[in-house]
């Protein structure tokens, strides 16, 4: 290369202080290109490799699943189809096993056996172990005890000493009892299933190999020996065998290492391995490798002297750009800059002459801001202050020395702190130095001072910085007289506070809203209504509670619509989801802007509404019992009178008259008696349901409502009550007491008109019940045979 095109590019690293040239730093960056690619292609390879022999594991399983899943369904089938009693199936085991020859094709051996253990069937029939006992096998045990259709770990068989693996699936009678064990045997040499992968090969010296989580070998073409133990001191075969799944590098005995995908089976607590030796799975990476390094190498020859020269030449152009810049930036050159060169180098050109231009046209539009900046501040209602970096007044507008009552020309000058309030001056400065440090805006009140009349000003002030992006330049501030507005404040203030005061020595809870359910005031004991210990003010009223009247949500827009509410019933709901019953109060406010306001006054109503529960409950209910008195009963089967045609099913009325009552009062005495009629109460509630009305109708007399039960299942509820009873003993002084039940059932049909009809028949069917022998169920109008389900107490 000659002296005249070396010059500008030796120039240029003079200049720029570059101790690494422009093209020796392009080749480092393509070496390094080319070696991110060979390493980002020996990594493809590599997924590759790893994915190939994942697929195979994948194909292997898939295929040794399918085999179990078509032998553990075509067995189960089988074993479905022998349902019959135990005698038929034992007594005629052989044959039945022979009519299964189509198993054949996919079982080694099938046996029968019995529930004790006994191989009664063999098939072919010619085969050994007829009468051997196999109950000590794990196969017959787990299948006798989770009954159903199993695989069984692998084992050697005791006939023919080969390893095999049964399938079982339990045989039933037609009461689902377990009277046999039909069971398919698999040689895991045959073929068919397993001894093909042995002699698989993958690549030219990967195998297969299969095991069990239980920690036996299946396949293995190095390990001949029959389900022989896996080696604990490998960590793939733990992984494995505890369920895991993926592609790893295991070492080989001669010291290299392998590559193996391992794939758990879905039908059986098997796992297949595909191993292949890394030397041959790596292979294509190594000869990529080579391969790529030598193309590099004759890239790079033919680069280096190619790039030198023509970075040379590039950067030619950029003395003159230099000397030119130079020129006008010391005022000798007016004209835009023009030199030649590549493209990148004109469009540096263009865009230093553009800056330049946009930098002129800048300046100019700064002077005119600033012009309108200072005619719109003097024109403004608020006061504006401007200062430098140190505090010093620069600008103020008109408003600004209305409120402090002195000019410009007086404030010009002088640090801000000087017109600040003492007390105020410290905080100001904080903040101050947080606008000016950490670029924030200031917002808040403080006080000026007037020394001159003695006076105090309060000001709400806006402080902002100016600044360019390099530095700060000032702060400017924005503020307005609000003495005036403080002192009305101040005056609301303590009219409030003695509101407040008298709302708040109230026991009720007030709360005042705004037309949108917005909460302006609230008293501390609405808090207690409210559910919170904050104060709810900001917040909807009805986001916070909800009001419930007779089980209908009352929103905002309920209120709204009454021009006032007096002695409300309502449940509140609040935000801890405590239901409380208040009564409620809501007034209507119209202040002189014509804007609304609402008054709500919530008083605790729970007490008086206990009470008048209680009341309502003593009225309805037996109170040794709890259960409903013969008045609400009567009440309640008048109401399913009228509804007999409403239901799908006829409404049961059961009537219960308790068997040798009175001989448990006399001999054990009334409060034994009592605590007696209260535990058959229980077991009244315990079988009824939520809509079956259950009262003691007077001593040893109780009646049931059954509403749509249907006199079948109404029996059936009957029968329970009175096994329940008649179980039902109590113990005193070392003597047992027990009563029995005579029950009497009739349905409630459409032309019954009063409760004396209904009655009447359930009272004639329990009459029945005891004139029978009592201690059982009777419906009205059935035939006087007693039912093969009753029973007498003796």
Not at 308 to 330: G, T, Y
Not at 402 to 426: C, F, N, S, W
Request: charged share 25%.
């Amino acid at each position: 290369m000659n002296r005249r095109g070396t010059e500008p590019y030796a120039r240029w690293c003079e200049r720029t202080g570059e101790a690494t040239p422009p093209p020796t730093r392009f080749v480092l960056i393509t070496c390094l290109a080319i070696l991110v690619g060979i390493s980002v292609g020996q990594s493809e390879l590599e997924s590759q490799a790893r994915a190939q022999l994942a697929t195979h594991a994948d194909l292997i399983a898939d295929d040794v699943d399918a085999k179990l899943a078509e032998r553990f369904d075509a067995i189960t089938r089988v074993a479905q189809n022998l349902t019959m009693e135990e005698e038929s199936l034992l007594g005629r085991a052989q044959p039945i096993l022979n009519r299964q020859a189509a198993l054949t094709s996919l079982f080694h051996k099938l046996y029968l056996i019995d529930s004790s253990g006994v191989i009664r069937a063999t098939f072919p029939a010619s085969g050994t172990g007829r009468g051997m006992n196999v109950s000590d096998r794990a196969f017959f045990q787990l299948t006798n005890r989770q009954m159903t259709t199993l695989v069984s770990e692998p084992f050697i068989s005791r006939d023919e000493n080969i390893p095999i693996v049964a399938i079982t699936a339990p045989v039933f009678n037609h009461d689902k009892r377990l009277i046999g064990i039909l069971v398919g045997t698999i040689n895991l040499d045959e073929r068919s299933f397993l001894g093909d992968l042995k002699n698989l090969t993958i690549g030219d010296t990967g195998f297969v190999g299969m095991g069990t989580r239980s920690g036996f070998v299946l396949i293995h073409p190095r390990r001949p020996s029959r389900l022989d133990p896996l080696s604990d001191s490998n960590p793939l075969y733990d992984a494995a065998r505890n369920g895991e799944e993926g592609v790893t590098l295991a070492p080989m005995s001669d010291g290299q290492q392998r590559l193996v995908a391992y794939r758990q089976l879905n039908e059986a607590p098997w796992f297949v391995t595909v191993s292949l030796p890394t030397q041959e799975a790596f292979e294509p990476i190594r000869k990529l490798s080579h391969v790529m390094f030598w193309v590099a190498g004759a890239l790079l020859l033919l680069f280096i002297p190619l790039s030198l020269r023509l970075f040379s030449r590039l950067l030619s152009p950029l003395q003159q750009l230099a000397d030119q810049i130079k020129a006008r930036h010391m005022g000798v050159l007016d004209a835009p800059i023009d030199v030649g060169g590549g493209r990148e180098i004109r469009e540096l050109v263009s865009t230093f002459n553009q800056v330049r231009d946009e930098r002129e046209a800048a300046r100019v539009e700064l002077e005119q801001q600033e012009a309108y900046f200072r005619s719109l501040s003097e024109r403004s209602p608020i006061g504006i202050v401007q200062t430098d970096v140190l505090g010093r007044i620069g600008f103020v507008n008109h408003a600004f020395e209305a409120i402090v009552g002195q000019p410009l020309e007086r404030l010009k000058g002088q640090h801000y702190l000087k017109g600040v309030y003492r007390e105020d001056q410290t905080q100001m400065l904080q903040n101050r130095s947080r606008v000016l440090y950490d670029g924030e805006v200031f917002q808040g009140q403080y006080r000026l001072y007037d020394a001159r009349t003695d006076r105090v000003i309060w000001v709400a002030s806006m402080t902002a910085p100016i600044e360019t992006p390099d530095r700060c330049l000032g702060t400017i501030s924005v503020m307005r007289d609000i003495t005036h507005e403080l002192e009305v404040e101040a005056e609301l203030r303590a009219a409030r506070t003695l509101a407040e005061r008298i709302l708040g020595v109230l026991e009720e809870g007030v709360v005042l809203t705004d037309r949108q359910g917005f909460v302006s005031f609230a008293n501390p004991p609405s808090q207690v209504f409210i559910g919170n210990h904050a104060s709810p003010v900001g917040s909807n009223l009805f986001d916070i509670v909800r009001v419930a009247v007779d089980g209908e949500f009352w929103g905002f827009d309920e209120f709204r619509k009454q021009p006032q509410v007096t002695g409300l019933d309502a449940v509140l709901t609040n935000m801890r989801g405590d239901s409380l019953e208040v009564e409620l109060t809501m007034l209507r406010l119209e202040n002189e802007h014509g804007a609304d306001q609402f008054v709500f006054v919530m008083r605790d109503d729970s007490e008086r509404r206990r009470q008048e529960a209680q009341l309502s409950w003593d009225a309805s209910h037996d109170p040794l019992t709890r259960l409903f008195n013969r008045r609400a009963f009567t009440a309640s089967l008048g109401n399913q009178l009228m509804q007999a045609g409403d239901h799908s099913a006829p409404t049961v009325l059961m009537v219960i008259d308790l068997d040798h009552f009175k001989p448990v009062n006399d001999n054990g005495g009334h409060l034994l008696g009592d605590e007696l009629l209260r535990h058959i109460a229980d077991i009244l509630r315990s079988r009824m349901r939520q809509s079956d009305v259950v009262a003691r109708l007077g001593g040893d007399e109780f009646g049931v409502i059954l509403p749509a039960c249907g006199l079948d299942r109404a029996k059936s509820i009957a029968e329970s009550l009175r096994a329940g009873i008649e179980a039902l003993e109590l113990e005193q002084d070392g003597r047992h007491y027990g009563v029995t039940a005579s029950i009497g059932l009739t349905d409630v049909r459409g032309d019954d008109t009063t409760n004396k009809a209904v009655m009447a028949r359930a009272d004639e069917a329990a009459y029945t019940a005891k004139s029978r022998g009592r201690n059982r169920v009777v419906v009205y109008g059935e035939e006087a045979m007693a039912s093969p389900q009753e029973t007498v107490r003796t």
